[in-house]
């Protein structure tokens, strides 16, 4: 049976007390809005629909790469109200899975079997178990144990809130028979509003199958509605990516200070330190080893590479058996070769750098072309940039940098030629050759250090220099 998805995300979220939308505040990264959809893309269904209302154009902006049906819910009536807005666009014999642009946390799996049931003719409603139910819809159920109504909060008797299972909210129905119940929907209620959750006693009226699915874990079904809860499933989702990283074979020095905000592959016997955030699409071959208070984004990084702490990395691949910082950065369009080593404080920007090739030292390299086995002397510059262009500069192979040189671009350094310290080379630099600028040395035999000024020889000092005439 095919499905349709319908996402709600109409609600303002005032108790974020953020400008932001509260469907697009940030989870690892990305909308809460973003992973719903994501999920929801897992399960194949024929479409998706997007309820939305307060801050449309901003949320709709945000999310414009995704191939949804916006829906606009103009006026906030409740969950039924909401759904109802997207049910033109629904044929009868669909399925239709109802999700929380705040519920993040929702796993694919428990909602397949959610589907399941309401392919089979079931309304199926997930609940859960909860602690502190407060707040919370409370699942009624009648003598033999079958669902029989959704109590809101607001709205239940005293032995009603007793019960400690509760409605998450989503749910799954044949799309022809929540279209009718829907229909039948009041606002005879605390809110008056239309809530998605009397379509319970309704089909019960009709004598409809309803299921109530538990959910596994209370975690899974964590909703939104203020910054601490958002901190809180952050957490839950830090967790169960460092569980899923740990099980496929990486060490974590401390599993609860790892930031993940994207999509991380890892092979076997990586070893990640403390307070690294990887950010995007990250790859992590073999015993790669990343160091403590690293931010890697949408890199690849080969086999027994090690990347040293504090240094930043973005938009890279990197080869086998590399050597990276601390403090290093390697900015867009880098790439390292195999047993490429650079060290800390150095600079890399739309770069390849050969195999063997070291740039140790306080060094920044930009639109260059480095070859394999060349040295990089320390406080080296490629001077790519003339204030309107950039250059590209050439460094071939066996070629040694001396400390100290400016290579102003566009330039090439022929293979095994040697740059001596202090150099500034403007020109093409033969290969094989020493290439080196530098004005002749000069010692006075006459100069002598300067002596401190007391406070009035040193006014009058500046006075003198300021009122010198122009020459």
């Not at 401390?254 to 955030?277: K, Q, S, T």
Request: glycine residues 10%; charged residues 20%; contains cysteine.
């Amino acid at each position: 049976m095919p499905l349709t998805v319908v996402i709600l995300a109409a609600g303002q979220g005032k108790r974020m007390n953020s400008d932001l939308p509260k469907v697009l505040q940030p989870l690892a990264g990305q909308p809460l809005l973003q992973h719903v959809i994501r999920t929801a893309r897992s399960l194949t269904p024929a479409n998706i629909c997007v309820v939305y209302g307060y801050g449309g154009a901003q949320v709709q902006n945000a999310l414009q790469h995704e191939d949804v049906d916006w829906v606009l819910q103009a006026e906030q009536l409740g969950t039924g109200h909401a759904v109802m807005q997207a049910m033109s666009l629904i044929p009868d014999e669909h399925t239709v899975l109802v999700l929380y642009g705040d519920v993040p946390l929702i796993g694919a799996a428990c909602l397949k079997k959610l589907v399941d049931l309401a392919a089979g003719g079931a309304l199926a409603v997930l609940s859960v178990n909860l602690e502190d139910a407060a707040g919370y819809g409370r699942i009624v159920r009648d003598a033999r144990g079958q669902v029989s109504a959704i109590i809101e909060h607001k709205d239940a008797s005293a032995v009603e809130l007793a019960t400690r299972e509760v409605n998450t909210g989503l749910m799954a129905a044949p799309a022809g028979r929540l279209r009718e119940w829907l229909l039948g929907l009041g606002r005879e209620n605390a809110q008056r509003e239309y809530y998605l959750t009397d379509v319970v006693a309704l089909a019960v009226r009709d004598k409809n199958r309803v299921e109530a699915l538990l959910a596994s874990h209370p975690d899974e079904v964590m909703g939104v509605n203020d910054k601490v809860q958002l901190a809180e499933v952050e957490a839950c989702y830090r967790k169960a990516c460092a569980r899923n990283l740990m099980l496929a074979g990486a060490t974590l020095v401390d599993p609860a200070r790892i930031d993940l905000r994207g999509d991380i592959e890892v092979e076997r016997d990586v070893y990640i330190d403390v307070n690294a955030v990887f950010i995007g699409k990250v790859h992590l071959g073999t015993r790669v080893r990343i160091g403590p208070n690293c931010v890697i984004q949408n890199a690849r990084i080969g086999a027994d590479t090690e990347v040293f702490a504090n240094t930043v990395i973005e938009n890279a691949v990197i080869g086998e058996n590399c050597r990276i910082g601390p403090f290093a950065r390697l900015r867009p369009d880098t790439v390292l070769h195999r047993g490429a080593h650079i060290g800390n404080f150095v600079e890399i920007k739309k770069s390849e750098i050969g195999p063997g090739s070291k740039a140790n030292h306080l060094t920044y390299i930009g639109d260059s072309r480095v070859g394999s086995d060349v040295n990089v002397g320390a406080g080296t510059i490629t001077c790519n940039y003339d204030g309107a262009n950039k250059w590209p500069t050439a460094i071939e192979d066996g070629a040694f940098i001396g400390s100290g040189s400016m290579l102003v671009a566009p330039v090439r350094i022929g293979a095994g030629a040697t740059i001596g310290a202090g150099s500034t080379v403007t020109q093409n630099a033969p290969e094989d050759r020493l290439t080196l600028t530098r004005a002749p040395q000069v010692t006075s035999g006459t100069w002598t250090r300067p002596a401190k000024l007391s406070p009035e020889e040193y006014a009058a000092a500046v006075a003198r220099a300021l009122d010198r005439p122009k020459k």
